[in-house]
Protein backbone atom coordinates (compact mmCIF):
# COMPACT_ATOMS: atom_id res chain seq x y z
CA UNK A 1 0.00 0.00 0.00
CA UNK A 2 2.02 3.18 -1.28
CA UNK A 3 0.48 6.31 -0.89
CA UNK A 4 1.19 9.20 -4.00
CA UNK A 5 5.08 10.44 -3.47
CA UNK A 6 6.00 12.51 -0.62
CA UNK A 7 3.10 14.98 -1.11
CA UNK A 8 -0.30 14.76 0.74
CA UNK A 9 -2.94 11.90 -0.06
CA UNK A 10 -5.52 14.02 0.39
CA UNK A 11 -5.04 18.29 -0.54
CA UNK A 12 -8.32 20.44 -0.38
CA UNK A 13 -8.32 23.60 -1.69
CA UNK A 14 -11.10 26.92 -0.97
CA UNK A 15 -13.20 23.82 0.09
CA UNK A 16 -17.21 25.03 0.05
CA UNK A 17 -19.77 22.92 0.39
CA UNK A 18 -23.46 24.54 1.45
CA UNK A 19 -26.82 23.28 3.35
CA UNK A 20 -29.26 24.59 2.74
CA UNK A 21 -28.19 28.40 2.27
CA UNK A 22 -25.78 27.99 5.71
CA UNK A 23 -22.24 26.95 4.49
CA UNK A 24 -20.92 23.92 6.33
CA UNK A 25 -17.45 25.04 4.78
CA UNK A 26 -16.69 28.41 3.24
CA UNK A 27 -13.01 28.63 1.72
CA UNK A 28 -11.79 25.52 3.88
CA UNK A 29 -7.42 24.37 2.70
CA UNK A 30 -6.78 21.13 4.20
CA UNK A 31 -3.90 18.85 3.42
CA UNK A 32 -3.42 14.75 5.14
CA UNK A 33 -0.41 13.56 4.50
CA UNK A 34 0.13 10.12 3.23
CA UNK A 35 0.96 6.67 4.84
CA UNK A 36 0.26 7.94 8.84
CA UNK A 37 -2.60 7.99 10.74
CA UNK A 38 -4.64 11.54 10.83
CA UNK A 39 -7.47 12.04 13.66
CA UNK A 40 -10.22 14.31 12.45
CA UNK A 41 -11.26 15.46 15.47
CA UNK A 42 -14.45 17.17 16.98
CA UNK A 43 -18.16 17.37 18.31
CA UNK A 44 -21.20 15.99 16.83
CA UNK A 45 -22.32 18.93 13.88
CA UNK A 46 -18.81 20.05 13.19
CA UNK A 47 -18.73 19.37 9.64
CA UNK A 48 -16.25 15.76 10.44
CA UNK A 49 -19.23 13.59 8.47
CA UNK A 50 -19.33 16.12 5.46
CA UNK A 51 -15.90 16.90 5.76
CA UNK A 52 -15.22 12.76 4.99
CA UNK A 53 -18.03 12.16 2.40
CA UNK A 54 -16.35 15.11 0.23
CA UNK A 55 -12.84 13.34 0.68
CA UNK A 56 -14.53 10.41 -0.49
CA UNK A 57 -16.35 12.12 -3.23
CA UNK A 58 -19.79 11.36 -2.82
CA UNK A 59 -21.13 15.16 -1.23
CA UNK A 60 -22.38 17.71 -3.60
CA UNK A 61 -19.48 20.44 -3.34
CA UNK A 62 -20.36 24.54 -4.12
CA UNK A 63 -16.92 25.23 -5.02
CA UNK A 64 -13.10 24.55 -4.23
CA UNK A 65 -11.69 20.81 -4.86
CA UNK A 66 -10.82 18.23 -3.44
CA UNK A 67 -7.72 16.10 -4.51
CA UNK A 68 -7.09 12.10 -3.62
CA UNK A 69 -3.83 10.42 -4.62
CA UNK A 70 -2.97 12.93 -7.54
CA UNK A 71 -7.22 12.74 -8.30
CA UNK A 72 -9.91 14.35 -8.18
CA UNK A 73 -12.27 12.99 -5.29
CA UNK A 74 -14.77 10.54 -6.15
CA UNK A 75 -13.25 9.46 -9.88
CA UNK A 76 -13.44 6.22 -11.30
CA UNK A 77 -9.67 5.97 -11.22
CA UNK A 78 -9.46 5.86 -7.65
CA UNK A 79 -12.28 3.05 -6.89
CA UNK A 80 -10.08 0.12 -5.35
CA UNK A 81 -7.47 2.68 -3.92
CA UNK A 82 -9.91 4.74 -1.54
CA UNK A 83 -11.70 2.60 0.94
CA UNK A 84 -14.92 4.07 2.86
CA UNK A 85 -16.44 2.86 6.00
CA UNK A 86 -19.46 5.20 7.28
CA UNK A 87 -20.75 5.28 10.37
CA UNK A 88 -23.21 2.74 10.28
CA UNK A 89 -22.34 -0.57 9.52
CA UNK A 90 -22.72 -1.37 5.41
CA UNK A 91 -23.46 -4.80 5.43
CA UNK A 92 -26.18 -7.03 4.52
CA UNK A 93 -27.39 -9.05 7.52
CA UNK A 94 -29.03 -11.75 5.80
CA UNK A 95 -25.31 -12.79 5.19
CA UNK A 96 -22.63 -14.68 6.82
CA UNK A 97 -19.40 -12.36 7.82
CA UNK A 98 -17.54 -14.19 4.51
CA UNK A 99 -20.66 -13.94 2.37
CA UNK A 100 -21.08 -10.01 2.74
CA UNK A 101 -17.06 -10.38 2.07
CA UNK A 102 -17.02 -12.86 -0.42
CA UNK A 103 -19.69 -10.57 -1.94
CA UNK A 104 -18.00 -6.84 -2.08
CA UNK A 105 -14.69 -8.75 -3.45
CA UNK A 106 -16.68 -9.72 -6.26
CA UNK A 107 -17.66 -6.16 -6.48
CA UNK A 108 -14.26 -4.63 -6.38
CA UNK A 109 -13.14 -7.20 -8.74
CA UNK A 110 -10.77 -9.05 -6.77
CA UNK A 111 -9.64 -12.41 -8.50
CA UNK A 112 -11.72 -15.33 -7.57
CA UNK A 113 -8.29 -17.38 -7.48
CA UNK A 114 -7.53 -14.66 -4.67
CA UNK A 115 -10.52 -13.90 -3.15
CA UNK A 116 -10.72 -16.92 -0.61
CA UNK A 117 -7.70 -16.28 1.20
CA UNK A 118 -8.22 -12.09 1.03
CA UNK A 119 -11.39 -12.95 3.15
CA UNK A 120 -9.59 -14.98 5.57
CA UNK A 121 -7.09 -12.66 5.89
CA UNK A 122 -9.60 -9.55 6.33
CA UNK A 123 -11.87 -11.92 8.77
CA UNK A 124 -8.65 -12.66 11.22
CA UNK A 125 -7.47 -9.37 10.95
CA UNK A 126 -10.59 -7.75 12.63
CA UNK A 127 -10.76 -10.76 14.78
CA UNK A 128 -14.32 -12.19 13.33
CA UNK A 129 -12.53 -16.01 12.33
CA UNK A 130 -14.53 -17.44 15.27
CA UNK A 131 -18.11 -16.02 13.68
CA UNK A 132 -17.38 -16.57 9.81
CA UNK A 133 -19.78 -18.59 9.31
CA UNK A 134 -22.42 -16.22 11.39
CA UNK A 135 -25.27 -14.28 10.19
CA UNK A 136 -23.87 -10.45 10.25
CA UNK A 137 -28.10 -10.17 11.69
CA UNK A 138 -27.21 -12.09 14.66
CA UNK A 139 -24.02 -10.48 15.81
CA UNK A 140 -23.43 -7.20 18.23
CA UNK A 141 -23.19 -3.64 17.10
CA UNK A 142 -19.40 -4.13 16.90
CA UNK A 143 -19.17 -6.72 15.33
CA UNK A 144 -21.05 -5.84 12.81
CA UNK A 145 -19.24 -2.68 12.76
CA UNK A 146 -15.80 -5.26 12.38
CA UNK A 147 -17.92 -6.77 9.07
CA UNK A 148 -18.04 -3.45 7.65
CA UNK A 149 -14.60 -2.32 8.54
CA UNK A 150 -13.18 -5.87 6.94
CA UNK A 151 -15.18 -4.90 3.67
CA UNK A 152 -13.53 -1.76 3.27
CA UNK A 153 -9.51 -3.14 3.96
CA UNK A 154 -10.63 -5.55 0.94
CA UNK A 155 -8.01 -5.42 -2.11
CA UNK A 156 -5.57 -3.62 0.28
CA UNK A 157 -6.77 0.18 -0.32
CA UNK A 158 -4.05 3.16 -0.39
CA UNK A 159 -6.32 5.44 1.60
CA UNK A 160 -9.04 4.80 4.53
CA UNK A 161 -11.56 6.38 5.44
CA UNK A 162 -13.49 5.46 8.97
CA UNK A 163 -16.04 7.84 10.00
CA UNK A 164 -16.49 7.35 14.37
CA UNK A 165 -15.58 3.42 13.51
CA UNK A 166 -14.85 3.34 17.22
CA UNK A 167 -17.67 5.20 18.70
CA UNK A 168 -19.62 3.52 21.34
CA UNK A 169 -17.19 -0.10 21.73
CA UNK A 170 -15.97 -1.06 24.87
CA UNK A 171 -12.42 -0.50 25.48
CA UNK A 172 -11.59 -4.17 24.86
CA UNK A 173 -13.07 -3.02 21.20
CA UNK A 174 -11.85 0.14 20.57
CA UNK A 175 -7.83 -1.05 21.45
CA UNK A 176 -8.21 -4.23 19.09
CA UNK A 177 -9.28 -1.70 16.15
CA UNK A 178 -6.73 0.65 17.05
CA UNK A 179 -3.98 -1.71 16.83
CA UNK A 180 -5.26 -3.00 13.11
CA UNK A 181 -5.43 1.07 12.55
CA UNK A 182 -2.27 1.13 13.43
CA UNK A 183 -0.61 -1.91 11.39
CA UNK A 184 -2.33 -1.12 8.85
CA UNK A 185 -0.51 2.42 8.33
CA UNK A 186 2.71 0.60 9.32
CA UNK A 187 2.13 -1.33 6.08
CA UNK A 188 2.06 2.25 4.39
CA UNK A 189 -1.60 2.82 3.78
CA UNK A 190 -3.24 6.17 4.90
CA UNK A 191 -5.77 6.72 7.64
CA UNK A 192 -8.65 9.46 7.76
CA UNK A 193 -10.11 8.07 11.31
CA UNK A 194 -12.87 10.73 12.47
CA UNK A 195 -13.98 10.49 16.11
CA UNK A 196 -15.92 13.01 18.76
CA UNK A 197 -14.06 11.07 21.23
CA UNK A 198 -11.21 13.59 22.27
CA UNK A 199 -8.89 10.84 23.81
CA UNK A 200 -8.72 8.93 20.44
CA UNK A 201 -6.31 12.03 19.54
CA UNK A 202 -3.30 9.99 21.58
CA UNK A 203 -3.51 7.48 19.04
CA UNK A 204 -3.11 9.30 15.88
CA UNK A 205 0.70 10.59 14.14
CA UNK A 206 -1.58 13.80 13.42
CA UNK A 207 -4.61 15.37 14.18
CA UNK A 208 -7.49 17.46 12.49
CA UNK A 209 -9.48 19.72 15.37
CA UNK A 210 -13.07 20.90 13.48
CA UNK A 211 -15.09 23.14 15.34
CA UNK A 212 -18.28 24.86 13.24
CA UNK A 213 -16.91 23.85 9.91
CA UNK A 214 -13.48 25.46 10.52
CA UNK A 215 -10.19 24.05 11.41
CA UNK A 216 -8.78 25.17 14.55
CA UNK A 217 -5.38 23.29 14.15
CA UNK A 218 -3.67 21.01 12.65
CA UNK A 219 -0.71 19.06 14.86
CA UNK A 220 0.67 16.31 16.43
CA UNK A 221 -1.02 14.87 20.00
CA UNK A 222 1.87 15.82 21.88
CA UNK A 223 2.42 19.08 20.39
CA UNK A 224 -1.87 19.79 20.54
CA UNK A 225 -0.99 19.14 24.30
CA UNK A 226 2.12 21.46 24.52
CA UNK A 227 0.37 24.58 22.85
CA UNK A 228 -2.63 24.38 25.10
CA UNK A 229 -1.49 23.79 28.80
CA UNK A 230 -3.54 21.23 29.37
CA UNK A 231 -3.46 17.75 30.59
CA UNK A 232 -5.50 15.52 28.55
CA UNK A 233 -7.21 16.47 25.10
CA UNK A 234 -10.80 17.37 26.41
CA UNK A 235 -9.07 19.72 28.22
CA UNK A 236 -6.72 21.07 25.47
CA UNK A 237 -10.07 21.29 22.99
CA UNK A 238 -11.95 23.30 25.23
CA UNK A 239 -9.08 25.78 26.08
CA UNK A 240 -8.63 25.54 21.64
CA UNK A 241 -12.35 26.35 21.08
CA UNK A 242 -12.14 29.07 23.68
CA UNK A 243 -9.34 30.76 22.19
CA UNK A 244 -10.76 30.89 19.36
CA UNK A 245 -13.60 32.83 20.25
CA UNK A 246 -16.21 29.82 20.50
CA UNK A 247 -18.29 28.18 23.05
CA UNK A 248 -18.00 24.69 23.92
Known amino acids: MNSVGAGPAVAIRA ?45 RIAGGSVTVLGGPAGSR ?3 GRVAYDTQAASVYDDLTVVQNLEYFAAVQG ?42 AMLGSPEVLVLDEPTVGLDPVLRESLWDIFR ?52 AAFLRLVRSNGGTS
Open 183 to 234: ALADAGATLLVSSHVMDEALRCDEIVLLHEGRVLAQTTPAQFLADTGAADPD
Open 77 to 79: ALR
Open 15 to 59: LRVERGRTAVFDGLDLDIPAGRITGLLGPSGGGKTTLIRSIVGVQ
Open 110 to 151: VPRADAERIVADVVAQVGLRGHARQLVGSLSGGQRGRVSLAV
